[in-house]
């Protein structure tokens, strides 16, 4: 038997689907709404007056109307309140801080020397004094802030980060509980990956579609997988752990380890060198130089070799998945894309039935934040009224 709905429950439905559409398709007059939810006009009129003395939306100005009185506009209070996105990233800690629309507010970014010295502690305090410093060049107070959300490595279970060999440990659970202690707001951690395929998805190359393979290659390599419009993260959240792929049967182990065999020829192995570069993108920059000077033959070897593996596993998920898309971020990911894209995409089109589109991150290393932002968003809108 289907349950009915309460008149609280009722009317907190329908504030939930007036700020839905002010959020999504505009400022909108009080007879527009009534149009576009199907809903009375006086239950608009009346849950409108609610959502106004909660500053939940605002009143901007005047509407056109042929004949009679100009109606009101109502608009999305986007500026309620803000979101703090943070990418921990292996060189670099990156922070967004944007209104409840998306939109950028300020943005700050720093080396992370925590994880050159391996002090979770650190870490913490890096975070906490970024958090400090972009709401000082702002000019937003701690008040001012409804969720704070940092991607991190790894595979998130039960607030630990779990298959991250790449980075030190974050001391998870002393983060969030240092940060909701400063700041009083609530603090979200999640997978940067994941995070990195939503920002795509909202605000980048994958805007126009609905099924999404999301590669990010740097110092390491994972994936992340949107199906039918929502983030697919697999059993126990590793769907996108591709570093644990096979290319080459010589690479079969007997026992486990953390790092994969792709990742390890893509990453590890290959670029251990540069690992601890002052400025990874810089050096591979470099690196592909001297691959395309045709002078040096360890790099010729080295990126060949990476090329011909990462286009294998581009046809292994092309052929499980089937997706529309895949999208290729990260220093490694987009540097060789440049020089490489129509390579895979001819291995791609000679092995799988349906070729997905390949294409390259322009987002310029800010995905991972704006997804945090939109994870942000979510979260609040989830808790409102």
């Excluded at 009375?40 to 605002?58: C, E, H, R, V």
């Excluded at 052929?319 to 001819?346: H, M, Q, S, Y």
Aim: glycine content about 10%; overall charge negative; charged content about 25%.
């Amino acid at each position: 038997m289907q349950k009915t709905r309460s008149p609280e429950t009722i009317a907190e439905y329908n504030k939930h689907l007036i700020l839905d559409a002010l959020r999504f398709h505009g400022n909108m007059s009080r007879a527009d709404l009534s149009r576009h939810l199907n809903m009375s006009f006086p239950a608009i009129s009346s849950n409108a007056k609610g959502l106004l003395d909660m500053n939940y939306i605002m009143e901007v100005g005047i509407g056109e109307n042929a004949i009679g009185r100009k109606p009101s506009l109502l608009a999305f209070n986007a500026e309620r309140g803000y979101i703090i996105g943070v990418d921990m990233g292996r060189f670099r800690i990156r922070m967004m801080l944007a209104d409840l629309l998306g939109n950028e507010i300020a943005r700050t970014e720093i080396m992370n020397s925590a994880n050159f010295e391996g002090d979770g502690k650190q870490s913490i305090q890096l975070v906490r004094d970024q958090v400090t410093h972009i709401l000082k060049k702002s000019g937003k107070t701690k008040d001012d802030i409804l969720c704070i959300v940092i991607g991190i490595p790894g595979v998130m279970k039960d607030g630990v980060s779990y298959i991250a060999p790449f980075s030190e440990q974050y001391l998870e659970r002393d983060m969030v509980e240092t940060l909701q202690d400063a700041f009083e707001v609530d603090v979200l951690l999640e997978n940067c990956v994941n995070l990195g395929a939503l920002g795509e998805q909202w605000k980048g190359a994958g805007i126009d579609y609905n099924n999404i393979t999301y590669i990010a290659y740097g110092v390491g390599l994972g994936a992340a997988h949107i199906f039918d419009g929502k983030l697919f993260t697999g059993a126990n959240g590793a769907a996108g752990e591709i570093g644990f792929m096979i290319t080459d049967p010589i690479n079969i182990d007997n026992v486990y380890r953390d790092v994969g065999s792709l990742e390890e020829t893509l990453s590890r192995s290959k670029i251990k060198k540069y690992l601890n570069a002052g400025n990874f993108d810089e050096e591979i920059k470099k690196l592909i130089q001297r691959y395309k000077d045709d002078g040096d033959m360890y790099a010729k070897l080295i990126i060949d070799e990476v090329v011909l593996n990462f286009g294998m596993a581009l046809i292994n998920m092309s052929a499980i998945l089937n997706p529309e898309v895949i999208i290729i971020a990260g220093g490694l990911g987009t540097n060789l894309g440049r020089l490489f894209i129509d390579r895979w995409k001819e291995m791609l089109s000679s092995h799988v039935p349906f070729v997905p589109e390949v294409l390259l991150s322009e987002l310029n290393h800010t995905e991972t934040m704006l997804g945090a932002v939109m994870t942000g968003i979510i979260h609040v809108h989830a808790y409102e009224i």
